[in-house]
């Protein structure tokens, strides 16, 4: 192969190459090569910590009532659990590529690895908005429970109290910036560290909900479960109801995949992170489940506070003090969430970094914490300052689009890896040279006749003129290229088959959406989607998947189960979700992803780590290191 025929998506081109090249899974020879790396000190326990921290929010203190007024009534334990499975989709499609590929980055990295730059750029740029305005809600969440305990809403103290600046007409929260700030602090000092205060903060929040399950249930036995004796039986909204409240409910779920953002910091990634993801939610839908079995029973549906569904159901039975027992369990929950939430930025950026697309001043490591402390201070400055000026309570939507389009990045990337896995890999600029000289030594060698040299000499001469001559016999070179003829095939039906169960998926579930059309225009466009999504899933059950997945990235940990259906499934629900997130947040986070093509097309397309590549086969770039390595050693 030629140098210039190696290059079908690296090479500095133009256009939709550029947006389609592909980096390699970040290989040990890679790591080693890298430069500065992230501390490696994360166990399975702290792992639990960050994931079940990041998802247990505040959210489930007032959800409960919330979705069982208007939507679930006494069936919202079941809406929890339709929604905590349809997470575990999400959840085995992370746990799979974050043990294949345990790099930060986290579903920007995986995208870039099976998609391309194109895709884990926009990937990359919503997750950084997602993380910011995340972080920059639940902050400004804390200050009204904070308040509570100070003798009710707005009775903190001058210092920390939220004040109006009439002249701008901006409520500023002094407290919430505050509290960025001290998070930015804690992360600054190390990975360890953080997450042992964040499992602090997370153990008594539990602590919380653990209460609100006994004494609730001992409530409950006293008083005959009240809740669910109600005359509109256990689905008063019916089943489409309760389908509504899980869509609602599934939002409670969002935080797992922080957990696959600190792949890098792992001890043993392969093992740890697919436990540290199934039991994080696992935990999270159990103590969701229960928490909402007990709260619906003490308090009929459609009398539950919306604001205060647990305090005021304690209250209704004679205990008031619990009012700020939960409210303590709220406000750990914030400070828990809030530390999940500034935690995976500065990773991402720094992996955006280390690529090319961002400036190198976000890939700093710092030798003493080895935590990228440069992007964790510049994630905590634009926290706090939202936090501070802006009420981003009307932007909360947004946040939901970037773990939205992540969570299906993610199921398409499983699909690729089964399906179409890379099958060239980028080379370095550094190491072309000893490309050409590979490709000059085999055609010499091949070429020219067998030499006056020693025997031995001799003997490795005749074998490899055997070898081309046993390949150059028309029958095996027949059957070869059949074999590669075939294999050609199926890797072109595979990848139509995934680009139909896509395109099958956004016509259905964009039909099923939208209101304005006629009932039968919507039908058949409903049916039209639906045919193409099942025709290629139908094709990616009949054909076989590559055998290149077995030695995809680092082998030895996860496999994501029911390979197409899960993926597909897992596709097909978060691109609903997405549809009906509604138009606003749709052109708010339209602007957002606007300004990052630009940032991209002036900056990051040209200094890209993939600029000056070329693409050869798996196995002409292990010659070709292994090469590079002997000639160091020698010299």
């Known amino acids: 192969m030629a140098l210039e025929e190696a290059a079908p998506g690296g090479g500095g081109g133009g256009g939709i190459r550029v947006l389609l090249r592909r980096k390699q899974v970040d290989s040990d020879r890679a790591r080693a090569a890298g430069g500065q790396q992230l501390a490696k000190e994360l166990s399975i326990t702290q792992l639990i910590a960050i994931g079940v921290g990041s998802t ?53 990295h995986y995208s870039y690895i099976c998609v391309g730059e194109g895709v884990a750029w926009l990937i990359g740029w919503a997750l950084i908005l997602e993380y910011t305005i995340g972080g920059s809600a639940v902050a400004r969440g804390i200050s009204p429970n904070l308040a509570l305990f100070f003798g009710g809403p707005n009775s903190l103290p001058w210092i920390l109290a939220r004040h109006e600046l009439p002249w701008l007409d901006v409520v500023v929260d002094p407290c919430a910036a505050a509290l960025v700030f001290l998070v930015t602090a804690l992360l600054c000092v190390g990975i360890k560290e953080s997450t042992f205060v964040q499992g602090i903060v997370t153990v008594l929040n539990c602590c919380v909900m653990l209460f609100v399950i006994i004494a609730g249930s001992y409530i409950g036995f006293q008083t005959g479960w009240v809740g669910y004796k109600v005359s509109g039986g256990f689905l008063p909204y019916g089943v489409n109801g309760m389908l509504a409240g899980s869509a609602t409910v599934f939002f409670a779920y969002i935080g797992f995949d922080s957990v696959a953002s600190t792949a890098e910091e792992v001890r043993n990634p392969q093992r740890d992170l697919p436990l540290g993801i199934a039991t994080s939610l696992t935990i999270c839908c159990s103590l969701y489940m229960l ?58 950026l720094m992996a955006m970094a280390r690529d090319g697309l961002l400036p190198s001043f976000f890939s700093d490591v710092s030798e003493k914490t080895q935590v990228p402390v440069k992007s964790t201070i510049i994630t905590g400055i634009c926290a706090a300052s939202l936090a501070f000026f802006m009420d981003v309570s009307q932007l909360a939507g947004m946040v939901s689009v970037g773990t939205l389009l992540a969570f299906t990045i993610v199921a ?15 080379l370095p600029s550094s190491l072309q040279t000893s490309f050409r000289l590979s490709q000059e030594c085999d055609e010499e060698k091949v070429g020219s006749p067998i030499g006056d040299g020693n025997h031995e000499q001799g003997t490795s001469e005749i074998k490899d003129v055997i070898v081309v001559e046993s390949i150059n016999d028309p029958l095996i070179e027949k059957q070869l290229y059949a074999n590669k003829l075939d294999e050609l095939k199926r890797r072109k039906t595979a990848a139509r088959s995934i680009a139909s169960v896509c395109v099958g998926v956004l016509i259905l579930t964009a039909s099923a959406s939208v209101t304005f059309l006629p009932f039968l225009v919507m039908c058949l466009f409903c049916v039209f989607g639906g045919l193409l999504l099942l025709a290629g899933l139908g094709m990616l059950s009949w054909i076989d998947q590559d055998d290149g997945r077995h030695s995809f990235g680092h082998s ?38 606007v300004m990052g093509v630009f940032v991209y097309i002036f900056y990051g397309r040209t200094h890209s780590s993939l600029t000056d590549v070329v693409y050869v086969s798996l196995a002409q770039a292990n010659e070709i290191y292994g090469s590079s390595s002997s000639s160091a050693f020698v010299a």
């Open 56 to 108: 247990v929010g505040a959210g489930v203190y007032v959800l409960v009532g919330t979705v069982a007024r208007e939507h679930s009534g006494p069936a919202l334990t079941l809406s929890f659990l339709i929604a905590g499975i349809a997470a575990a989709l999400s959840a085995f499609c992370y746990a799979e590529l974050a043990s294949r590929c345990p790099s930060a980055g986290s579903a920007y």
């Open 291 to 348: 928490v909402s079995v007990v709260i619906v029973g003490l308090v009929p549906y459609f009398a539950m506070d919306p604001d205060t569904p647990i305090s005021s159901a304690f209250a209704r039975h004679g205990m008031q003090w619990a009012m700020y027992l939960v409210t303590s369990g709220a406000v750990l929950a914030l400070c828990s969430t809030l530390m999940g939430s500034l935690l995976p930025q500065p990773r991402i």
């Open 412 to 426: 398409v990337s499983i699909l690729i890896l089964r399906y179409v896995p890379p099958d060239e890999v980028p």
């Open 556 to 593: 030895g940990g996860f496999i994501c189960p029911f390979v197409p259906l899960l993926p597909v499934m897992c596709i097909l629900i978060n691109t609903y979700l997405l549809i009906n997130l509604g138009g606003g947040t749709w052109m708010r986070v339209g602007v957002w992803l």
